[in-house]
């Protein structure tokens, strides 16, 4: 009784693995989310760009 718990065990381990891998192969990995950048340095404006921005041509 007990060798048959161990198998069935084991049958149904090895059942789970091959279920989850085949899910993973279907589906594809979880992708990550391309949230914000860290530093978005393109989008900052310093200072003297703002004023001569705001100067009037001459």
């Not at 718990?5 to 899910?23: C, E, H, N, T």
Request: aromatic content about 4%.
């Amino acid at each position: 009784m007990q060798r048959i718990q161990k198998v069935l065990r084991l049958i149904g381990m090895v059942l789970l693995i091959g279920l989850a891998s085949f899910g993973l192969s279907v589906g594809g990995a979880v992708p990550i989310p391309a949230g914000r950048q860290k530093y978005p340095s393109e989008n900052v404006e310093t200072k003297e760009e703002k004023d001569e921005d705001l100067k009037p041509d001459e």
